[in-house]
């Protein structure tokens, strides 16, 4: 059996935890290939070694004094190092790193140096070797993530060792520019080394004890989820659910291999499975709910607009044409209704209203800021009646107005939008009709 194992930043944040992960790891020899980030947060209000990091290379790149702020970085792992009594350095290490930085590297560049130390250490611990994630993580000219060549590359290196430490959350151009993929990428690297690998399982080690229904720092202790598929998850990741990475399933789904979500602090718990379909029911009615705040909803109404062949596309083309993406589109008779992200849009919002002005002439066009979405989402929904009624009535309970609704074909999710102010207490509500109380 092989296992490839990827340890969060919270999982790794001092040598207590880095010793709670090397129990992990040497209690199962199938645990070979080890995917750390890098040091996560210690403590509530600590912050993580990648943000220190992007905030020493910023202060470098104004050409101002950032010797401390590199010197508290080394700092983190210095404390690792001692605290697990290593005989090993990283100081050459950081003399580089300080020459690139003044070299203006790139916060790329200075963002993977988190991973890359990291790395380091715990290949110095486990007494694995290390491979730098530049040399087998690839991307092309345009700085997109090179799959098939990248899985050629990390096969034919992997084959080479026994076991090995890889870096997340970067890799590299041809010409040797490292890139990042973004934040809580290293997700996406486990996966990538598993498929690789053609590994029997990837694990996923963090700081709860598997995907849990709903955001638990919105509910208070939600429920385990014990097998998830991966589109569920897609959906759930996609929309916030921050445990895994949103991209993190394709390498894995493509070859099969399930992804165990596992909590480093609570080794014995099983975790949740990841997995491409089963034909296990899930406990409740749906599988998680998962949400953003954020949006903002374009609504063009014009009479007779469903006898206008074209009219939606030529209001897309609008979006399209000031590069903003859509997330939802629902629509009635006389009327269609845009959401998209609120950052994106605001950017351009006189450009795209007064191109759909001259493209269709619309009756009204009406904007409405500060939306949030949900996504309910389960594999069992289809089979079950009523969904859409109990999420309806569980918000009219909690006062909460419902500003849109959409089903998507599959019934494999239900997208709510209410206000921001309304988001938490939406989770929740939803969150007690299926889960708590049942009704
Ligand atoms: N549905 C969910 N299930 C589990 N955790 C979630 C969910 N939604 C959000 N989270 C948050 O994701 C966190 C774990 O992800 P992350 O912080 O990236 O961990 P790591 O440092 O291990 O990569 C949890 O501590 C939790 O607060
Ligand atoms: N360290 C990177 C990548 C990553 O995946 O981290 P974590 O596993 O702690 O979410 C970040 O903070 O984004």
Known sequence: MKKVVKFGGSSLASAKQFEKVGEII???????????????????????????????YHTASEGKAFDDKLAAIQERYLEIISGLGLDFSLAEDFKVIRKNFEDGAGDEYAASRGEFLNGKVMAAYLGFEFIDAAEVILFDEDGNFNADETDKRMSARLKTCENAVIP??????ADGTVKTFSRGGSDITGSIVARALRADLYENWTDVSGFLVTDPRIVKNPEVVDI?????????????ASVLHEDAIFPVRKAGIPINIRNTNHPEDKGTLIVSTTSQ???????????????????????????????????LQVFEENDISIEHMPSG?????????QDEFQEHEQMVLSGIQRSVEPDVVDVEADLALLAVVGRDMKEARGTAGRIFSALAHANINCKMIDQGSSELNIIIGVKNADFEAAIQAIYDIFITTQL
């Open 26 to 56: 040497r209690s199962d020899k199938d645990r070979k290939y080890v995917v750390p980030s890098a040091p996560g947060k210690r403590f509530d209000g600590d912050i993580k070694v990648t943000d220190m990091l992007y905030d020493c």
């Open 168 to 173: 997340g959350f970067y890799g590299a151009k």
């Open 228 to 240: 998830i598929t991966y589109r569920e998850l897609r959906e759930l990741s996609y929309m916030g």
């Open 281 to 315: 029911r899930s406990k409740f009615t749906i599988t998680g709910i998962a949400g953003k705040k954020g949006f903002v909803a374009v609504t063009v109404d014009k009479d007779m607009m469903n006898t206008q062949i074209g009219f939606c596309r030529k209001v």
């Open 333 to 341: 008779i006389d009327t269609m209704c845009v959401f998209v992200h």
